[in-house]
């Protein structure tokens, strides 16, 4: 399935169309999956957007596209040609195109450890077995640069809660895909690889923390870490793990490919804290893709209201 470039809505469509996105998503997500199923022929191409039948009573004006703060979203095309992405490149320009043919079908994402219902699920079963809502976050990167972002996406919790987590269980475990074949950046002996991320058990059950599969209503494309990513928005950008096949129910606190690439640089809680700058530079600002300028970082990314709490009396400059 190739869909022309013509097919790709415009954001200006996209915007206006959102209302009606949000009450079609799920079913449009739904709806491509099962198509998947049927296709032999993986491809790494959106699917074509949903519209209203021709004729059909056109969808309510929706507002203008922002988070809760107010800040426009960033585009589709500064999301989808500025990515970290390691397994490809240190080049987040250069991302987009060589991951361009990634193949995201046929993919599994296999869920254990301390759970009492193990699972496989193959994509389309997670397209289809949970509601995709949208979410606008604001994604801040360690190296200071950030955007917002209209994810699609569901509550990790949701799938956590399939698994059924043991009272052992303690932390959660994300591992991406190991393909140094496809993927010239896995080639590069700095990093242990596959890239792995974890969270505390808590804050993966928390419902800001969500697995996304899409965003401006789109499947995710390979540079965004198709076809499912982690998206935890009071955190470093790098906590985000993509393009993730296992998922592991653990005791003891994992260590992530940046704690083990630069153990006095990179800690296990990553959280945006404007207070904690990094050993090299500081973390008080942040340049807005697309905007002139630096804007002040917010505490938990403007988070802190919803997540503060699961840090109470803990040092978060040495829980850094
Ligand atoms: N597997 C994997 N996940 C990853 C990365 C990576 O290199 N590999 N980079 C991280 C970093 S540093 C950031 S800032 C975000 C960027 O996500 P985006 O390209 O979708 O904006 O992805 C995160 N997830
Ligand atoms: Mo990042």
């Known amino acids: 399935m190739k869909i022309p470039s013509s097919e790709i809505t415009p954001e200006h469509v996209y915007r206006n169309r ?40 056109a969808p309510p004006t929706a507002g203008p596209l922002t988070d809760e703060l107010g800040d426009p979203a960033n585009t589709f095309e500064e999301i989808t040609n500025y990515n970290n992405f390691y397994e490809f490149t240190t080049d987040k320009q250069k991302v987009a195109v060589l991951a361009r043919n990634y193949p995201t ?8 450890g301390l759970v009492r219902n193990p699972k496989t699920f193959a994509i389309e079963d997670i397209l289809s ?30 799938l956590l809660e399939i698994v059924e987590p043991t009272s052992e269980a303690r932390y959660v475990r994300f591992q991406s895909v190991l393909d ?29 923390t969500i697995l996304s599969t899409g965003l401006y209503g789109k499947l995710l494309l390979p540079q965004n870490g198709a076809p499912l990513r982690l998206v935890v928005p009071w955190k470093y950008g790098f906590k985000s793990i993509k393009s993730i096949v296992r998922i592991d129910l653990v005791a003891e606190q994992p260590s992530s490919l940046w704690m083990i690439a630069a153990p006095h640089e990179y800690g296990f809680y990553a959280n945006v804290n ?35 709490a699961l840090y109470a009396g803990m040092d978060l400059r040495k829980y850094y």
């Open 18 to 57: 959102r209302q009606f996105m949000q009450a079609a998503a799920a079913l449009a997500v739904g709806a491509v999956a099962a198509a998947a199923c049927g296709s032999p022929t993986p491809t790494a191409e959106p699917p074509a957007p949903t519209r209203p039948a021709p004729g059909a009573a």
């Open 180 to 208: 140094p074949q496809r993927m010239p950046g896995q080639r590069n002996p700095w990093y242990e690889w596959p890239y792995v991320e974890g969270l505390r058990l808590d804050e993966a059950m928390h419902d800001l």
């Open 129 to 158: 077995r949970f509601d995709q809502e949208e979410r606008i976050y604001r994604l801040r990167c360690v190296e200071g640069w950030s955007m917002v972002i209209p994810w699609l996406g569901f509550p990790l919790r949701k």
């Open 274 to 308: 404007p207070d904690v700058p990094h050993p090299r530079w500081s973390q008080r600002t942040e340049r807005r893709i697309g905007e002139a300028g630096r804007r002040p970082t917010l505490m938990f990314n403007g988070y802190a209201e919803q997540v503060a």
């Open 105 to 112: 079908r046929p993919w599994t994402v296999e869920v254990g």
